[in-house]
RNA sequence: CGGGGCGUAGCGCAGUCCGGUAGCGCACCUGGUUUGGGACCAGGGGGUCGCAGGUUCGAAUCCUGUCACCCCGACCA
């Protein structure tokens, strides 16, 4: 089993020119600052966009509209929001000149001091504070409310390390960002996102997810309150996938974002955001992925179906491609992306492992023993079982197969997680257990000293405090204090 | 920012200790034979050895500096 990402990303064998091919590929420019970028290739870009084409329809179902703000934001701005600049302050790219000129000693070109900004910008590392500063020109009344909006866009952390996917100084992401009359509104909107990114993860990403609460220091900067869903990946780490905040009136105080309601009377409003990344391509690769690279659910696959030709000359090329083009019709017809790759360039075993390499949920091979038997080769990714069935009706079967494929990941990946979920009473023993990964139920007693402490002893943290299971109360681990109920902990990326 | 590693062809690497014609595999190009699991044979193209100084008749190799990247920490989605 390929349980690290690296092993996706970099091959030392010599194969490697293979995984060139893969999803996507970091190509770092030269000695430059951007270190930590990835480039995102075109198949790459394929997963995102299917990923964003849901997740869109999943929004705009719930009343929520796309727009788009600016990417630098004043510094001002950042920094009106007071535990929210504490917390992006020390990973900001910041923009202090406008323009360039010719270096004076011929060589290339310099900034220009002449150019430089009044006022500094900073390159978005969450929207946040440029969105709650328009908000407030286009909030006045109650019936303003409320105002559901997201941005698909790019935003820029200057971590001080990074990491494929998971944590790249630049990212791709939603955020969406939504203003209410009442506390009781923006919690339950607060509440309606992360249960859609839980029915994202599970239905379409075949990735079982827990969501919960963070604790107090987890919470996102500026919040009262952050929901997670929480995923285990192969070597057992957690992985935060998804998170939605509740932001209390923390940015309409900032921002002085008022509303008359029905007694005209003015009062703040309420906030919460909410955001899910291109991370959740490295949770996709990491959940799934085998030795034999990507394992892509049917329902984020670019490519369903591929179909490879196995031929000796080009008539018989032409007689594969007569018998196959009325299946391709009919996939696609069902709505099935197809892919038939009768190029003549590669082999047909080298088609299989680039298929294999890239993910695709099922593939069919198709020759002339095959033309004069009725039947055609079948080969699904996620068990790599093979077999040859009848040609007819293979529409259908693979229709549901797909089915099946989707199906199967999600159970195969909640069975591992549920294998690596622990429950634990003793410090001692979760000391012993942390050390071999996955998600460890215990009891805690609350305070962020305890927290603390056992984050720098096991480096594990609390990944949530679950919204449902188990809520026997107990007693902490640590120090033996009341705890209300169990909480998750685990090694995370 | 600490500790370790690394930088040589598009990718993966050898060569560095002990200075003296720039190497290998894959990829690429041409021709032929192949095609049911990553084809084979023959020929060919491609490099200011990360960058800048220094030592030397001569530096990928030695010295100094510097810039990246990777892994482990601190920080974080």
Known sequence: MAKELKNFTKRSDNYSQWYNELVVKADLAEQSAVRGCMVIKPYGYAIWEKMQQTLDKMFKSTGVQNAYFPLLIPKSFLCREAEHVEGFAKECAVVTHYRLKNDPDGKGVVVDPAARLEEELIVRPTSETIIWGTYKNWIHSWRDLPLLVNQWANVMRWEMRTRMFLRTAEFLWQEGHCAHATAEESEARTVQMINLYAEFAEKYMAMPV????????????????????????????????????NLGQNFAKAFDVTFVNKENKPELVWANSWGVSTRLMGALIMTHSDDNGLVLPPHLAPIQVVIVPIYKDEAGRQAISEKVAPLVKELEAKGISVKYDDADNKRPGFKFADYEIKGVPVRLALGQRDLENGTVELMRRDTLEKETVAFEGIADHIAGLLEDIQTNLFNKAKAYRDQMTYTVDTYEEFKEQIEKGGFILAHWD????????????????????????????????????PSARRVIFARSY
């Open 446 to 481: 609350g305070t962020p000293e305890t927290e603390e402490k056992i984050k720098a002893e096991t480096k594990a943290t609390i990944r949530c405090i679950p919204l449902e299971g188990d809520t026997t109360p107990g007693t902490c681990m640590v120090t033996g204090k």
């Open 210 to 245: 827990i969501q919960g609460v963070k604790t107090e220091s987890e919470r996102f900067a500026g919040a009262i309150n952050t929901y997670t869903i929480e995923a285990m990946m192969q070597d057992g780490k957690a992985l935060q996938s998804g998170t939605s905040h």
